[in-house]
């Protein structure tokens, strides 16, 4: 999946379990979906996006079936023809696109693709999807061209919205009191930590095994037989291939100084003490097994840890800052840089995790602590200045955008073909 995944972004056409093998079969004829001016949609652009898409929310087949399918379809045609609407305007207004700029992009996609899989494996990727160079650099010149037109009118048009402090006192007042259709999200999470002894015994548990590799037993038999990852473990442990990025960095700065067959010493992570194994290097990307022997909490470590959040929240209420406790206080280390701040999330996508505790929230207030299986959670939902500017300002950019769509698809032929 991993294979697919990475090259789906560049060029593949759709190929998941979510598409029938007739759909695939050379002898079916494409069809044309949409009609928007002089550029057409066809019914196999959809299905690539949609396999690429289903890829990245990691989507079966029988997830993906259905009306589910229709759905994902119908909308993926929907911000296709709203792309050719925003190419269609950019070129009403004259606007070009650097060619030099777009082949520079084509020559850096390929080398990076080149040296993550290696020369070879990347010939051998081509070879299975009946690709060749040539076709693949065409590929990524039009789709690179179309997101540069993309984004020159997206920046055309934001340059155009204007705000006023009296939008932005007018979105805190008309919302005050409930939680906006559009919000600003922020957390301090409390993680329950494992007590000095259960840490131990999770390592000597590690070390234990690691002797018995030493010795001459099987990696890949003591991975199945005793790794608590449960993704991994029942592989022999095979993490499969990655790049630099896709693992926790204590695993990914060992997993690069080892040598082919080499087995590391025991290492902490997050998730608990792992044994790593190199198989291979390709390219940029290395294939290794770990097993891992996870740190679980006990039920007292957890109460711990909500006692930890209770006091917490009577400090934020007795009028310290949430985004300065947030910064010192909080476990989960890439929001705590920032305050504490997740990001900005809408009614239709919530935030994971998060989405039973949001009815009783409204700007400005925080939760009681909310346990997940990272822990416990203070929620805040952001009334500050800079969190409502931008969302105000996403709110008036996506009304003339669809204002400036639908002036461009009157001018224009749009033609959609769905049965």
Known sequence: MKRLMMFAVGVVCASGPWVSSATRSEEVIDEIVAIIDESIILKSDVLQQMAFAAL????????????????????????????ELLIAK??????EV???????????????????????EFARQLASEDLTEREVRDRLRKRFRKDAFRQMMHARLAQQITLSPKDVSEFRNRYEGSLPPIYGLSHIMVS??????????????????????RNGEDFAELARNHSEDPGSGPRGGDLGFFGRGDM?????????????????????SEFGFHILKLEEKQGARVRARHILIALHPSEEDAAA??????KLLERIQAGEDFAEL????SDHAESARNGGKLGTYSE?????????????????????PVRTEFGWHLIKIDDDDNTLEEIVRQVKKQEYFERVLAETRQKLYVDVRLQ
């Not at 329950?192 to 590799?213: D, F």
């Not at 947030?326 to 206080?329: M, N």
């Not at 935030?351 to 929230?361: H, K, S, Y």
């Open 56 to 83: 990245q929310q990691d989507l079966t087949r029988e997830q993906l079936a259905g009306s589910q399918a229709e759905e994902m379809f119908r909308s993926i045609l929907d911000n296709m023809i709203q792309d």
């Open 305 to 310: 840890a909500y006692q930890k959040a209770v």
């Open 326 to 329: 947030a910064k010192t206080e």
């Open 98 to 120: 650097s060619t030099e700029m777009i082949e520079q992009r084509v020559r850096d996609q390929i080398r990076q693709m080149k040296d993550e899989r290696g020369a070879a």
């Open 348 to 368: 239709d996508q919530p935030p994971p995790g998060f989405v039973d505790i949001l009815p009783t929230l409204a700007l400005g207030r925080v939760s009681q």
């Open 90 to 95: 950019a070129k009403e207004d004259s606007l």
């Open 248 to 268: 926790v960095s204590e695993v990914e700065n060992v997993a690069y100084a080892l040598s082919p067959g080499e087995v590391s010493d025991v290492l902490q």
């Open 192 to 213: 329950p930590q494992p007590n000095e002894s259960r840490e131990s015994e999770a390592r000597e548990k590690a070390e234990a095994i690691l002797k018995r590799i």
